[in-house]
């Protein structure tokens, strides 16, 4: 049995979304992917400045970030050239089941947070469709998720995501201001060395006129 939650307009919470058993066949899928396409640390554009999250992707294209070129998607690796791996079974499952947008996710992001990792509150604004939800999915220590609208200084809801939780972000919560403020050490036994992992399932092209 699916719980659905809306948080505001536009963002359903799915508490426990994937069991633990599944939670940890995805894991071992993902630590195959990150040999194949390791974490990687994003710079900002133009600054150069590093992001403390580590990042690497799935699926056909990924989201990249350097002082060059700025953000973007592209179909491989900024470091190997190879292209991203597939992206596993369960989370084109998780898309058709919970975003209910007829075609598939293109790219799945994976960041990864180390115990004083943070993302600082954002848009997210590199792709063509904003039509197309954004699906989150946790696994790991618990994250402190903060959520606003459209404008920078509207009001945020924080909400604690645990492992196993899935967030849909569609319509008029697409373009709302998000980040994670902190993690919290210690409150999951999921990655054997700890820290956090967020997968998001996106669209990327225009969709089709
Ligand atoms: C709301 N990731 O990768 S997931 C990101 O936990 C990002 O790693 C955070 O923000 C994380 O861009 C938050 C929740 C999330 C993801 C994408 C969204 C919320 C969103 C896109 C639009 C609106
Ligand atoms: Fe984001």
């Not at 400045?49 to 060059?68: A, H, I, T, Y």
Request: hydrophobic fraction near 35%.
């Amino acid at each position: 049995m699916t719980v659905a939650i809306q948080i505001v307009p536009g963002v359903t919470y799915y508490p426990g979304w994937l069991p633990v058993e599944g939670q940890r066949q995805l894991l071992q899928k993902l630590e195959e992917i990150l040999v194949a396409a390791p974490l990687f640390q994003p710079t900002m554009p133009r600054t150069g400045k590093p992001f403390s999250v580590q990042m690497s992707n799935c699926g056909s294209l990924g989201w990249v970030s350097d002082r060059q070129g700025g953000y973007r998607y592209q179909a491989t690796h900024p470091q190997t050239g190879a292209p991203w791996p597939e992206m596993p079974k369960i989370l084109q499952t998780a898309w058709t089941d919970l975003a209910h947008y007829a075609p598939g996710p293109q790219a799945c992001l994976i960041n990864y947070y180390k115990d004083t990792a943070r993302m600082g509150l954002h848009q997210d604004r590199d792709e063509a469709d904003f039509d197309a939800p954004v699906l989150s999915l946790s696994l790991g220590d618990t994250g402190l998720f903060r959520i606003g609208g459209q404008e920078r200084s509207d009001k945020t809801k924080s909400l604690k995501l645990q492992s196993g939780d899935v967030l849909v972000f569609g319509g008029p919560a697409r373009l709302a201001f998000h980040g994670i403020d902190r993690i919290m050490p210690g409150t999951s036994t999921l990655l054997p060395n700890g820290g956090r992992i967020n997968l998001t399932l996106r669209r990327v092209d225009a969709p089709p006129a």
